[in-house]
Structure formats: structure tokens, C-alpha cells
């Protein structure tokens, strides 16, 4: 009895201390998975090392760890370890699958499942993978919510695990859980910054991360646009050191800087414009977008983009100088329909006067009285140039051309600004015997009379003033200079001086270099550019402030010759007689000297009179008319290119000339032009072109 005590008592020691090996192994097991975290670099060897450190206490031979998407009712395999299985991918819809590891989810408990349940199981539903003969799976729980399930099986052993194991995965379940979801989180965090970093090194923008209001960080962007290397950018006590003193609002850039940082504390970001300075000293603005990343005491840290907006900022000076040319286009459209307008009602009391007058020169034999229409008549003459210019300024025209004397338009143009002259010297460099100039007496002797006023108003507050005029012919080119000793152009606006709008007088004048009462309207030189080069010419200019401003014009010379196209026009100059024309005007005073003209001496032509487009057409579709005299601007909804296009519809070789003034009848030139038997006047026009016109136009037909 004492002998069988005595082994009683040495089993009872050894069970005794197998308990307390296992207790440690647990123990070890437990400290292991705990401290897994901080002693793994990856989810891979976090799980690697769980596998481990499970062996210790268990047969962990087929051993797998299942991750669940319980959204996507999806299992996955990160790490999984068994001697007969290879075939581990997701299994998605677990919930209808006959998933031992699916169950352990729904059922959100643990299963220990011995050789004929796991068999009859199979016979019944099948299962996933080869049939184990024990299974034990445990769910990972992290604040309630099952992430995954934990298992082992075998194969062989159908004793392998037991309650006791079971209950042994249970308690070191939690751990697990905890162990994984940390290190995924720590994963994704370190993705997370990775992303961060790749994003913060290849923005464009620059990214500064500020610390207590001194910089701690930037990318490489930030060290492009300051020129400045890391080192040196860290080395900046406070941001405001990057600033001019001053801001331009006039406040001094650290007390703002300060400021702004206040604002973005209080409302967590902050958005506003700032000047920056780069290492080169160049000042230019950004856009700055400060967000607070932490407040705490001592860690107030800021995260700041930067972006350049000089572009910006220039593109929206160019906007607000591309309205402002709209704005001023669109009043120029207005006062040109306006002087449209102006100059057709104008040019029809100018042609009543012309037309009277050249009556009245046909049977005066008073000389006085001759002198006097003859006055009459060059001041009519001068009136339609003035229109013509006034319809210029209103819409683009062509120029027609006459022969004119450069020396004697120069002349004429300095005689109507002599008041404006009288203060200031007055040089004249005329070269005799230059060839006659072929173009458009008003438009020239406008560009001319704009030339000349521009060197008087940069005069205006010149001592000994001075405007030497300069004529001459050189390379088959007529040339003529303007030169003024006056305030001179700033070289950065020599090619702005030609824009429509753009002017350096009145409230543009910011050196103070014109007298007060000098405006200037902006479309001046605009108009010299444009009517000099619709004559095949060119106009340049040299400048020096305070020193002068020279303009040089360069025309080309045709030469007088009769060639055969002269001689062309020498037949065409042969006078028709005894015509049938139709004579649409609906202005009496008009309309009375072109029917004398016509229907007397020495054309005799056989007249009938239109008032308007209706009784116009009425006429033409009763009578077969040799030639349609048609003003544009007539009575009534018809106006004279409703009454073109129903007379072309009937006939189409019938000669038509239009004579108006209108500016809406001077836009549609262009398509007229390609008509045939078709020729156009500008009102006023002389009695005589206006026969010479009808003439050619009879002419052409003939030919």
C-alpha cells in the first residue's frame, strides 16, 4: 500500500507539471501573439509568426487563416498551410455554400467537428476541398464584428484536438484579431503614407508642412519655384521671411502672415493671395490654401499649398483688356451705326447742294457768281470727303482713288489745324517734283490731319515746339515723315499705338506728359494703320521720351500711262444717248437733278421716276427699261436690295447702279461685287461721274 502510494503520488507530480509546462507554452503563446504587432514588418509574418507560436501548444500541420468581407459575403486566404489542400482561393456567396469556415461566420461560433459528422456531412452536401477526418475553427473578433475565422484540421488523426484545444483557440482568439486588425491598419496607414509622399513629391503645386509657424518639410515643386535648396528653405525662421516687407495691400507680411495663421486655426482652413520672393529677389503672386492638421499645444501643425498664379493673374489682366476692347468696340458699332446714319442724310443734303450747284454752274455767266457755286461746290466736295470718312470710321470701305499732289494735300490737311499751329514751329522739307499719288483724297488727307494732331498734342507742354513735314520719293515709293520734339512713346507701347481703343492721353496718362485738356479717343492711329495699308502702304514710327516721335509714311507710285486699259476707258467715256431708264429715289431735291440730268441735254434719255421699291417694281415689270438708277435707303418695308434681288429674279442683264450712302448698303459691297452689270456710287457724287457711271455701265453691256 505505502509502495502504491508512492507511484500514486509521482503520477500526480508529473500530471502536475505537464499542466504548468502547458500553462507556460500558453502563456508564451499568449505573450507572442500579443506582442506580434511590434515585432512583424508585414500582415505575411504577422501570420507566420501566429502560426508559430500556435504550434507550441497544438498540431498546427494544416493550418489556415480566413479573412471575411462580410459586405461582399466573400472569405479570403491569406495564409494558409496544409499537406493535402492547395486549392485556397476566395470563396464569395459563402452564406449558400456548404462552408465549414462560412458556418463558423453565420453561425458566429466556434465548431469542433469530429470524423462522421465531417462525413456525413460530406455525403450529404459535399464539401470544399479534401474531407479532414477533425476540424476545429475559431471566429476573430475585433469590438463585436467577426474579421476572420482561425483554423486547424487533420487529416490523419481523428483524436487530434480536443475540447480542451478548443477552448485553448477560443481564449487566444482575441489576441489574434486584435494582433491582425492593428497590422492592417498599420498597413494601410503605411500605404496611405506612401501615397501621400509619391503624391506630395510629384504635385505640381508646392506643399509645405509647417510647424509651430517654422517649416518642417517640402517637396520638391516648393524648391522650383523659390530657387531655393532644401537646407536653405528650412533654415527660414517664419514663413513671412519668403515675403516682401510689405504686402500689396501696404501691410507689413509678418504681421499678416500671423494673421492668417490665427484665421486658419479658428476656422480650420484658409484660403487667400500672397506675394512671394524667390532667391533671385523676383516677386511674384500665389495662391495659398493653409489646412490645420493639428492644434494641440506645441504641435500646431499646419499642411500649405502653394500655387503660382502669375499666368492666372496675367491672363486675367488680358481679359479685363479684352472686355474693355469689347466694350469699346461695341461702342465704337454704336456710334458707327449712328454716324452711318448721320452720313446717309448728310450725303443726301450734299447731293442736293452738289447737284443744284453743278445746274447752276451750266448757265451762270457772272463771274461773281460763278466764283461763289464754285465755293459752294468745293466745300460740298470737302463735305463728302468728311462723310466718307465719318462712313469709314463707321465700317470699313475701300478706298476709290483719284490722282492727288502729296505736297498740296500736305498743305491742305496743316490749313485746317493752323489755329492748333500757331504756337508751334513749323518746318516744311518738300521735295519738288514728286510723282502724283493715287488714292483716296480723304482718307489720306485724314490719316494726315490724325498724324498731325498726334504731334501737337505730345507738344503740349514741349518749350520750343517744333513739327518738321518731310516729303519725298525713293524706290518707286511716295514717302512723307511727321517729326515732333515732343513727350515721345514709352517703348513698351510703340505697338500698342495702332490697337483701336488704346490711348496714352486724358485718364490714361499716368507721366503726366499732355496738358489736362489733351483726350485722346483711341481709334486715330488705328485708322492712319488701316487706311495707309488699304492703299498697298506702309506706316512705321521711331520714339524716344521726352526726345520726339517721328512717323514715316511709304506709298507706292503708279504711274499716269495710257495704256490699253486707258484707252479702254476712253471708249468707255463715249456718252450714251436716248435710254429708257428707271430712276428709284425717293428724295425730291434728289431725284429732280438727276432726272434734268438725264432726260435733257446732252444725254436725253427717256425717265421714268420710282419713290419707292413697290412702285419700282410695278414700273420695271410693265416696261422694258435699258438701265435701273436704285437708291438704297427707300420708303416703305422695300428697301433698294429687296428691289435688286426681285428685278435680278425676272431679268438678269438688265444694269443697275446703286447710289446711296447708307452704311447697311456699304456692308453688302463685297457680294455686289461679284455680280454682272452692276456698278455703285457714294452719295454726294458728282453730276458728272454719276453720267460717266451710267455711261460705262452702257458700255459693258454693249461689249
Known amino acids: 500500500m505505502i509502495k502504491q502510494q508512492s507511484n500514486f503520488n509521482v503520477q500526480k507530480k508529473d500530471i502536475k507539471t505537464d499542466e504548468l509546462q502547458y500553462a507556460n507554452q500558453v502563456t508564451q503563446t ?3 501573439i500579443a506582442n506580434a504587432v511590434n515585432t512583424t514588418s508585414s500582415l505575411e509574418d504577422l501570420y507566420r509568426l501566429i502560426h508559430h ?14 479573412m471575411v468581407n462580410q459586405k461582399g459575403k466573400t472569405l479570403f486566404f491569406p495564409y494558409h498551410v496544409d499537406i493535402e489542400d492547395d486549392d485556397f482561393g476566395p470563396i464569395t456567396d459563402f452564406d449558400t455554400h456548404n462552408s465549414l469556415t462560412g458556418m463558423v461566420v453565420l453561425k458566429k461560433n466556434p465548431l469542433l467537428l469530429k470524423k462522421e459528422e465531417l462525413r456525413q456531412r460530406a455525403s450529404q452536401n459535399g464539401v470544399w476541398g479534401p474531407v479532414p477526418v477533425i476540424w476545429m475553427g475559431v471566429p476573430l473578433r475585433v469590438k463585436g464584428e467577426i474579421i476572420g475565422v482561425v483554423t486547424v484540421q487533420s487529416y490523419t488523426d481523428p483524436e487530434c484536438y480536443t475540447k480542451k484545444d478548443l477552448d485553448l483557440l477560443i481564449s487566444v482568439s482575441d489576441q489574434i484579431a486584435v494582433a491582425i486588425d492593428r497590422k492592417q491598419a498599420e498597413e494601410r496607414l503605411h500605404k496611405s503614407e506612401k501615397r501621400y509622399r509619391i503624391l506630395f513629391e510629384k504635385s505640381k503645386d508646392a506643399l509645405l508642412i509647417i510647424k509651430n509657424q517654422k517649416f518642417i518639410d517640402c517637396n520638391q515643386a516648393t524648391l522650383d519655384m523659390l530657387g531655393y535648396d532644401n537646407k536653405e528653405l528650412m533654415l527660414q525662421t517664419h514663413p513671412s521671411d519668403l515675403s516682401p516687407r510689405f504686402q500689396p495691400d501696404g501691410r507689413d507680411s509678418f504681421t499678416k502672415a500671423v494673421e492668417m495663421i490665427e484665421i486658419t486655426f479658428e476656422n480650420g482652413s484658409h484660403r487667400f493671395e500672397w506675394d512671394h520672393v524667390r532667391a533671385n529677389g523676383d ?20 499642411h500649405t499649398t502653394w500655387r503660382d498664379i502669375t499666368e492666372k493673374k496675367l491672363a486675367q489682366i488680358e481679359k479685363n483688356r479684352v472686355n474693355q476692347l469689347a466694350a469699346e468696340q461695341e461702342k465704337h458699332a454704336l456710334v458707327g451705326r449712328v454716324a452711318g446714319k448721320m452720313a446717309h442724310d448728310f450725303n443726301n443734303i450734299l447731293g442736293v447742294i452738289m447737284g443744284n450747284t453743278e445746274l447752276a454752274l451750266l448757265d451762270c455767266r457772272d463771274e461773281e457768281i460763278k466764283k461763289t457755286l464754285e465755293l459752294i461746290y ?38 485746317l489745324l493752323k489755329k492748333d499751329l500757331e504756337e508751334i514751329e513749323l518746318i516744311k522739307e518738300y521735295h519738288q517734283g514728286l510723282p502724283d499719288l493715287l488714292a483716296d483724297p480723304g482718307m489720306i488727307e485724314h490719316a494726315l490731319v490724325n498724324l498731325l494732331q498726334n504731334s501737337i498734342h505730345a507738344l503740349s507742354k514741349t518749350r520750343n515746339a517744333r513739327i518738321i513735314v518731310r516729303t519725298a520719293c525713293n524706290d518707286n515709293h511716295i514717302c512723307f515723315e511727321i517729326e515732333d520734339n515732343g513727350c515721345g512713346i514709352p ?27 489733351i483726350k ?11 487706311y495707309i495699308e488699304q492703299h498697298n ?33 476712253l471708249r468707255k467715256s463715249q456718252l450714251a444717248t436716248g435710254k429708257y431708264i428707271l430712276l428709284v429715289e425717293d428724295e425730291p431735291a434728289i431725284s429732280n437733278v438727276q432726272y434734268r440730268i438725264l432726260s435733257q441735254g446732252p444725254c436725253n434719255h427717256r425717265v421714268d421716276l420710282a419713290m419707292n421699291g413697290q412702285m419700282a417694281i410695278d414700273l420695271f415689270s410693265r416696261n422694258k ?13 422695300m428697301n433698294g436690295m429687296d428691289v435688286y434681288q426681285l428685278i435680278r429674279k425676272k431679268d438678269k442683264t438688265t444694269p443697275i447702279l446703286f447710289i446711296s450712302g447708307n452704311l447697311e448698303f456699304l456692308e453688302s459691297i463685297d457680294k455686289l461685287k461679284r455680280h454682272q452689270n452692276i456698278a455703285y456710287l457714294s452719295k454726294p457724287c458728282p453730276n458728272k461721274v454719276y453720267v460717266d457711271t451710267i455711261n460705262q455701265l452702257f458700255w459693258n453691256k454693249d461689249s
Do not use: C
Not at 500556435?54 to 487563416?65: A, K, P, Q, Y
Open 378 to 415: 468745293g466745300q460740298t466736295i470737302r463735305g463728302k470727303n468728311l462723310t466718307k470718312n465719318l462712313t469709314a470710321f463707321a465700317k470699313n470701305q475701300e478706298p476709290r482713288h483719284e490722282f492727288l499732289k502729296i505736297n498740296d494735300v500736305m498743305d491742305f490737311a496743316m490749313n
Open 491 to 517: 517703348l513698351e507701347n510703340i505697338t500698342d499705338i495702332f490697337e483701336p481703343s488704346f490711348t496714352l492721353k486724358g485718364g490714361n496718362d499716368l507721366t503726366g506728359s499732355y496738358a489736362r485738356n
Open 625 to 637: 427699261y435699258d438701265l435701273v438708277s436704285l437708291d438704297y435707303q427707300l420708303p416703305g418695308r
Open 53 to 66: 507560436s500556435l504550434g507550441r501548444v497544438m498540431d498546427v500541420t494544416n493550418f489556415f487563416i480566413a
Open 520 to 530: 485722346g479717343t483711341g481709334y486715330g492711329m488705328s485708322n492712319v494703320k488701316r
Open 30 to 32: 499568449l505573450y507572442g
Open 537 to 569: 502702304g506702309k506706316v512705321t514710327l521711331k520714339s524716344q521720351v521726352n526726345i520726339g516721335t517721328t512717323f514715316f509714311i511709304h506709298l507706292p507710285v503708279i504711274r499716269q500711262r495710257l495704256l490699253r486699259k486707258g484707252k479702254t476707258n
Open 283 to 302: 516677386i511674384f503672386p500665389v495662391e495659398v490654401l493653409l489646412t490645420v492638421v493639428s492644434k494641440e499645444e506645441g504641435n500646431q501643425v499646419i
